[in-house]
């Protein structure tokens, strides 16, 4: 399995309130992604790295930020949480094309 | 951009049975890939196949890029096949998003 975790796995947060998600990898792939998976649906693309600090928004980017300062770590940040961005988010890596996915991290905003 | 569609969208089978899931795609595509989403949420890469034919175990699986399609094989099903098996796309000129088909939720029957 490729070295994929995500912090926290589940978080309960309440309306407003920021928060951040981490991925991490010790597999050196360039890029990076976060995704959202809500009931029913597949996985849809909030952002997406290239490299250390080259990063750009995927198909549903608004209310969220990233930074990629590191190889290994990954962060998406809700700047201020809502009910609407309650899901299951999902970190992937890719080096050429085939993406390994983490466990998950589902956030409940209440 | 790409759509990918997937079918049957649900499928109830008996332990020991085999069963073919369809994908087609829009468009020429550089990347597919084929997923198991298990019970417990975890995404579980099944196969890389942009092109041809490749297999593991019970499992086999065929794109066939020119008349975009792809189609999984599962021969002798177990319970524990049971799940969301997934396939996504990425666009002819990008390695960055992949679209995600709704997924076919299989259920395998003791």
Redesign the interface.
């Known amino acids: 399995d490729a070295g994929i975790t995500q912090s926290p796995r589940h978080k309960v947060t309440e309306t407003g309130t920021p928060v951040t998600l981490r991925c991490h990898q010790t597999e050196n792939h360039r ?1 990076m ?1 976060w995704y959202r998976q809500d009931p ?6 909030i952002h ?1 790295s ?1 490299g250390v600090k080259d990063t ?1 928004k ?2 549903v980017s608004d209310g969220y930020s990233v930074s990629r300062s590191k190889t290994e770590d990954f962060l998406l940040t809700l700047e201020s949480a809502t009910s609407s961005q309650t899901s ?1 988010y ?1 970190c ?1 890596i ?1 080096e ?6 983490g ?2 991290t ?1 956030l409940t905003v209440t | 951009g790409i759509q990918v569609e997937q079918s049957p969208p649900d499928l109830i089978l008996q332990e020991g049975a085999n069963s073919t899931l369809r994908c087609n795609f829009s468009d020429s595509v550089n990347n597919l890939q084929w997923f198991h989403q298990n019970p417990w949420g975890q995404l579980i890469n099944l196969f890389y196949i942009p092109s041809g034919t490749k297999q593991n175990g019970r499992l086999s699986a065929t794109t066939v890029a020119t008349e975009r399609y792809s189609l999984l094989y599962i021969s002798s099903s177990q319970t524990t096949d049971s799940g969301v098996y997934f396939c996504a796309s990425s666009r002819g000129d990008s390695n960055y998003q992949l679209i995600w088909g709704a997924g076919t939720k299989l259920i395998i029957k003791p």
């Open positions: 890029y992604y029913g649906h597949g996985l849809r693309l997406y290239y750009d995927g198909e299951v999902f992937a890719s050429s094309g085939e993406q390994y996915f466990p998950g589902r």
